[in-house]
C-alpha cells in the first residue's frame, strides 16, 4: 500500500499490516514448495536439452533446493514475521539465480532457460502480496541476474554468431515484456486487495458495534 493510499485510521493500518505479515508468509510458504518441485522435476528437461552439463546442472539444482528447504524450515519460526519481506525476496531470488547460473553456463543470450525467468517473475508478482515497488525490485534483481548471467558467458565464449541473434534478441524481449506484465497486474491486484481488505475491516467494525 503506497504511503499515500495507506489509510489514516491507526486501528485499521495495523490490522493491515499484521494481515499483509500473515499473507506473506502463508503464500512464501507455498511458492517454497512449488519452487522445490518445479526445480527438481527440471532434471528432465536438462536431460534432454543439455545433457553434456547434466551433472553440472543437477548440482545447482540440488543445492537450490536445499536453500529453499531451509527457508521453508525458517518460515515455520516465530521469528519469520520480523522479516517477512526479506524471507519473500529471497524466495524468489533462489530460483533466478539458479536459472541464470544455468543460461551463463549453457547459451548465454539465446538459451531457451530464459523463459523460466519469465515465470518466477509472472508467477510471484500475481501471487505475493506485493506493491509495485516490491515487484519492480524483483524485476530488476532479474533482469541483473539475467545479464550478468548472459555478460558472463559472452566473455567465456564470445558472442553469439549473426544467426543467433535474432534469438537473441526474442529473449531479451519477452524478458522485459512480461516483467512488465507482471508489474502492472501486481499493481491492479494490490489496489484490489487495499479495497477489499477496508470493506471487510469496516463491516468487521459495524458488527462489533
Avoid at 530464459?114 to 500475481?126: D, S
Amino acid at each position: 500500500m503506497s504511503e499515500s493510499a495507506r489509510p489514516a485510521e491507526p486501528a485499521l493500518k495495523s490490522a493491515y499490516i499484521a494481515y499483509l505479515e500473515d499473507l506473506w508468509i502463508r503464500r512464501t510458504k507455498v511458492l517454497c514448495l512449488i519452487a522445490i518441485a518445479a526445480i527438481a522435476s527440471g532434471v528432465l528437461l536438462d536431460y534432454f536439452v543439455y545433457r553434456h552439463l547434466f551433472y553440472r546442472f543437477l548440482a545447482i539444482r540440488l543445492v537450490t533446493d536445499i536453500l529453499l528447504c531451509g527457508l521453508f524450515v525458517l518460515l515455520q519460526t516465530p521469528g519469520a514475521r520480523k522479516h517477512y519481506k526479506a524471507l519473500g525476496l529471497v524466495w524468489v531470488a533462489l530460483p533466478i539465480a539458479h536459472l541464470s547460473a544455468m543460461i551463463g553456463l549453457s547459451d548465454g543470450v539465446v538459451s531457451t532457460y530464459y523463459i523460466g525467468n519469465v515465470l518466477v517473475v509472472i508467477g510471484a508478482c500475481l501471487l505475493m502480496p506485493w506493491t509495485f515497488k516490491e515487484c519492480l525490485a524483483a524485476c530488476l534483481m532479474s533482469w541483473f541476474m539475467y545479464a550478468a548471467a548472459c555478460s558472463a558467458n559472452w566473455a567465456a565464449n564470445g558472442p553469439p554468431p549473426d544467426a543467433q541473434i535474432p534469438q537473441a534478441f526474442y529473449n531479451a524481449f519477452f524478458t522485459v515484456v512480461f516483467s512488465a506484465v507482471g508489474l502492472a497486474s501486481s499493481h491492479v491486484a494490490d489496489g484490489f486487495r487495499q479495497r477489499e481488505f477496508r470493506l471487510r475491516f469496516d463491516l468487521d467494525q459495524k458488527k462489533k458495534e
